[in-house]
Nanobody, 122 residues
Framework: QVHLVESGGGLVQAGGSLRLPCAAS????????LVWFRQAPGKEREFVAG????????EYADSVKGRFTISRDSAKVTVYLQMNSLKPDDTAIYYC???????????????WGQGTQITVSS
């Protein structure tokens, strides 16, 4: 069993920044890819960003490119999402997930965190 725990959520004003960590444990292999998805009320869960096991490959949704940065620590068991220039449209529950490769399909991931709420006020 792989355990993923997100933190760092909260309320922030538009234009502000937040950093979300997600720590992996249990039967997690540091060769797994780690990704972030988000789900706003009434909308489907959508891909936000992903990072390969080495950290050399990253991928972003067009809606966050240039504003968000994904990274992982040297032990490769914690993934971070640095969110800058936040907009009200970024309001959602943010989830991290682990899988063999980075893919934008949520059904490709077997392990998910519980999610953390981000609310961006205008």
């Amino acid at each position: 069993q792989v355990h993923l725990v997100e933190s760092g959520g909260g309320l922030v004003q538009a234009g502000g920044s937040l950093r979300l960590p997600c720590a992996a444990s249990g039967r997690f292999y540091n060769t797994y890819s780690l990704v972030w998805f988000r789900q706003a009320p009434g909308k489907e869960r959508e891909f936000v960003a992903g990072i390969g096991w080495s950290g050399g490959r990253t991928e972003y949704a067009d809606s966050v490119k240039g504003r968000f940065t994904i990274s992982r620590d040297s032990a490769k068991v914690t993934v971070y999402l640095q969110m800058n220039s936040l907009k009200p449209d970024d309001t959602a529950i943010y989830y991290c997930a682990a899988g063999l490769v980075v893919t934008r399909r949520s059904d490709e991931y077997a392990w998910w965190g519980q999610g953390t709420q981000i609310t961006v006020s205008s």
